[in-house]
């Protein structure tokens, strides 16, 4: 058994949520005695690099967003060889998340269903948590950004612009996340009653910063796998006019019957990111930059979901349950 797979088996003893803190604290510790390269891909590491979003992407295969909520990890992550880490969701202030136990795992199935609730230590924390690893990180580092479970639907809009000021700097992307299914209401700003006003003003808040003395950053919108073809569309033409970078199809999705709350991840959802994956290419061509995520467990997944116009592929239950196998098999592509 190897290294990679004897971590996987420990870590899965326990239960979930308490397994993904053992796991990475685990590869924390191999990163600080300098043993990770043990079980990295060292070859990676000198690949030369893609432009995508005016990036340098070190490969194009990421870690997606809320495996490292806190910033506390993602430069032990890019040093497995991960050539860009989403970190948070963060909110403005810190949030516990939902009552547990709120992750559940399917190992046979390779499915996730999680209920947390951006639990996370707020944007003030996270920022020193990324100032101080970010010395130690050479992929590309994405933001994500959340609202607060108490914040009003109404102003949502106020969390997302006050988030964009405070994460600017320090990302390379800002991702906009208001797809995740376990904070109420969220999800609604995708309907018609909010996002086209929601989108603009975010690009507007782009614009003014790029007018600036400051950097042109790229920003990226998460969606949700469970919106309908119909909705899909209007959203994806509200982002081509107010000239969206990139977006991350998809979050977590609720059509499950699991009798569980929140959202499940993994197998379950690859054919629904699949088809989210080639609605998207359709409409939007090469004008969005596209990242797909959801259910991308194997090889063959990373390349059909690259045949289907991926530019960038991101994992979260394929790295709980394979390791670095995954990404060491998609480095050969
Ligand atoms: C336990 C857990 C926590 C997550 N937290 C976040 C989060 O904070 N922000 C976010 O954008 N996505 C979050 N996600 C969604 C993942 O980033 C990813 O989009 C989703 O799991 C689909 O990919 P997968 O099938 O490879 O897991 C979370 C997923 C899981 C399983």
Known sequence: MNLNKLGISLAHLLPPELSNKFSLEGLKILYNLGLLSSISNQDFQDSIGEQILGLNFPNKIGVAGGLDKNADYFHVLGKLGFGFVEVGTLTLKPQSGNPKPRIHR???EKNIVNS???????????LKNIEKNKLFFDG????????????????AYKDYLHLIDYVYDQADYIAINISSPNTENLRDLS??????????????????????????????????????????EKILLSCLE??????????????????????????YIKKLSEDNLTFAKKICGNE???????????????????SLGADLIQLY?????????LLKSGLEI
């Open 106 to 108: 399917f190992t046979k």
């Open 116 to 126: 947390l609730g951006f639990n996370n230590v707020g944007i003030y924390q996270g």
């Open 140 to 155: 590309v580092l994405g933001i994500s950004i959340g609202k607060s479970k108490e914040t009003k639907i109404e102003n």
């Open 191 to 232: 309907s018609d009653n909010y996002f086209k006003n929601l989108i603009e003003k975010i690009m507007n808040k782009k614009d003014q910063l790029n007018g600036g003395i400051k950097q042109s950053k790229p920003f990226i919108l998460k969606i949700s796998p469970d919106e309908s073809f119909e909705n899909l």
């Open 242 to 267: 107010f000239k969206v970078d990139g977006l991350i199809l998809n979050n977590s999705s609720v059509q499950h019957s699991k009798n569980l709350k929140g959202g499940i991840s993994g197998n």
């Open 288 to 306: 969005i930059s596209l990242i797909s995520s959801g259910g991308i467990m194997t090889k063959e997944d990373v390349s059909k979901r690259f």
């Open 317 to 325: 239950s394929g790295f709980i349950f394979y390791g670095t196998d």
